[in-house]
């Protein structure tokens, strides 16, 4: 099993970045295909980024692609969303996401996954 804990949330004028950090716990972080997620108030919860066990593979949705970028780094156990020219259509809480799996890949389906940290709150004021 693995525990997430999102941070590095707050509040940003539009145009700014944020960088978000998702630290997990287990021995096993590696085996885990990892994604960021978001809901917004009234909103369901959308895909935002996923990356493979490996980092080789990032998948990302269209309305971040090109601002977005996900990262990881197993030895840290930690995944990163590194969030650029943020818009107040970005207003969200952001939740890291675990999948394990065998396989090296990405999945932006939500109920392929897991694992769930409690969420991260991004503010983009305009």
């Known amino acids: 099993q693995v525990q997430l804990v999102e941070s590095g949330g707050g509040l940003v004028q539009a145009g700014g970045s944020l960088r978000l950090s998702c630290a997990a716990s287990?021995?096993?972080?590696?085996?885990?295909?990892m994604g960021w997620f978001r809901q917004a108030p009234g909103k369901e919860r959308e895909f935002v980024a996923a990356i493979s066990w490996s980092g080789a593979y990032t998948y990302y949705a269209d309305s971040v692609k090109g601002r977005f970028t996900i990262s990881r780094d197993n030895a840290k156990k930690t995944v990163y969303l590194q969030m650029n020219s943020l818009k107040p259509e970005d207003t969200a809480v952001y939740y890291c996401a675990g999948k394990y799996g065998v396989g090296d890949d990405t999945t932006s389906d939500s109920h392929l996954y897991g694992y769930w940290g409690q969420g991260t709150q991004v503010t983009v004021s305009s």
């Open positions: 287990g021995r096993t972080f590696s085996s885990y295909a």
